[in-house]
């Protein structure tokens, strides 16, 4: 496919979705930029809504927006407002989002029909932000970490729709790897079936969201931008259909201390338990109970750790912007005679 033709392919996806009143609004700047191939980066809403309180939330939002801006590319947080999906806020959205806070459905892939149809509000979690992405043609996405199989995950089943969606939707997910209250050598055994590529970046092991290192090896490793946007690149002209992983650590002078997290967590699953919650109020639950018990050490980690994705995500999409560029375009690898 023709680089002309791939534009003309999602002008015409913006004009549907804009004259479909109510099916979907992407922003002004997000249309722009796709239209043109611009670098354009994906956001997710959930860590507005259900990650921190306000106003520390809208305030950590607008911080991550920024970091992505200056680094070339153009944010698109995703989120279904009073029953539209939108691709790209704008500040009022945004805090009225930061505001609503729990109070907006989290919203996974299977949530979306519902929250739509009954004109909610929803925060997009992984699953439903590579959804809506790569709907409109987002290929990068950066959040703070991928949910996974939960620990005891064996005996419950509960496992996250993250991972299920990497395995079937073409958008690459920046990360810190999965959040470290979950069963994370289960959860690369999960994306391995699911033939989800993980890459580390410029680590050989698998960072734990709040800590460097989760002691799993990683099947790959990338050691700059460049290096993710040629993987998501090959990745894409091979139409293998299924997401990339990449998971970047925690800048060491932000991580945490390994032993006083999973102490944290080990009590604050112990409560979980005790009282009850499953489900996807678990995590939520959990993430909140971990960093009142660390004395907002982790919340602090959380912050950092979403703004350094942010930086490569940034600058991951811009490369592949300009790689897609020099290919003409082109999304396919052609086959050669014999």
């Known amino acids: 496919?023709?680089?002309?033709?791939?534009?003309?392919?999602?002008?015409?996806?913006?004009?549907?979705?804009?004259?479909?009143?109510?099916?979907?609004?992407?922003?002004?700047?997000?249309?722009?930029?796709?239209?043109?191939?611009?670098?354009?980066?994906?956001?997710?809403?959930?860590?507005?809504?259900?990650?921190?309180?306000?106003?520390?939330?809208?305030?950590?939002?607008?911080?991550?927006?920024?970091?992505?801006?200056?680094?070339?590319?153009v944010s698109a947080t995703i989120a279904i407002l009073d029953g539209v999906p939108c691709i790209g806020l704008s500040m009022e959205e945004l805090e009225r989002l930061a505001i609503l806070g729990p109070a907006a459905k989290k919203t996974a892939r299977r949530d979306i029909g519902y929250v739509v149809a009954s004109k909610g509000n929803g925060a997009t979690t992984v699953s439903a932000t590579m959804f809506f992405a790569s709907m409109?043609?987002?290929?990068?996405?950066?959040?703070?970490?991928?949910?996974?199989?939960?620990?005891?995950?064996?005996h419950t089943m509960d496992i996250s729709s993250d991972l299920t969606e990497l395995g079937k939707t073409p958008v690459?997910?920046?990360?810190?790897?999965?959040?470290?209250?979950?069963?994370?050598?289960?959860?690369l055994e999960y994306l391995e079936t699911q033939g989800v590529c993980v890459a580390g970046y410029r680590t050989n092991e698998f960072p734990a969201f709040f800590t460097e290192r989760s002691g799993c090896k990683v099947p790959c490793r990338v050691d700059s931008p460049e290096d993710c946007a040629q993987l998501i690149d090959a990745h894409t002209r091979l139409k293998l259909g299924t997401g990339v992983l990449i998971a970047v650590p925690i800048p060491?002078?932000?991580?945490?201390?390994?032993?006083?997290?999973?102490?944290?967590?080990?009590?604050?699953?112990?409560?979980?338990?005790?009282?009850?919650?499953?489900?996807?109020?678990?995590?939520?639950f959990l993430l909140a109970?971990?960093?009142?018990?660390?004395?907002?050490?982790?919340?602090?980690?959380?912050?950092?750790?979403?703004?350094?994705?942010?930086?490569?995500?940034?600058?991951?999409?811009?490369?592949?912007?300009?790689?897609?560029?020099?290919?003409?375009?082109?999304?396919?690898?052609?086959?050669?005679?014999?």
């Open 1 to 73: 496919m023709s680089y002309s033709s791939t534009l003309s392919r999602i002008e015409n996806l913006h004009r549907h979705f804009k004259g479909e009143r109510g099916v979907l609004k992407i922003s002004a700047d997000v249309s722009e930029a796709l239209s043109s191939g611009q670098a354009v980066v994906a956001l997710e809403s959930t860590i507005i809504s259900h990650g921190m309180p306000y106003p520390q939330n809208l305030e950590t939002a607008k911080q991550v927006m920024a970091i992505v801006k200056q680094n070339g590319a």
């Open 136 to 154: 409109v043609g987002i290929p990068v996405f950066v959040t703070g970490g991928i949910g996974g199989v939960h620990r005891h995950g064996h």
């Open 172 to 187: 690459a997910v920046i990360c810190a790897g999965a959040k470290s209250i979950l069963d994370i050598p289960r959860t």
């Open 252 to 284: 060491k002078e932000h991580s945490a201390s390994g032993s006083i997290i999973e102490s944290a967590i080990q009590r604050a699953i112990k409560e979980a338990r005790d009282k009850n919650i499953t489900g996807s109020a678990e995590t939520p």
């Open 289 to 338: 109970r971990v960093n009142e018990l660390t004395g907002g050490a982790s919340l602090a980690s959380n912050i950092e750790l979403v703004k350094n994705n942010a930086l490569i995500g940034a600058k991951t999409a811009v490369c592949l912007a300009r790689l897609r560029e020099q290919n003409n375009g082109d999304t396919g690898i052609p086959c050669q005679p014999l």
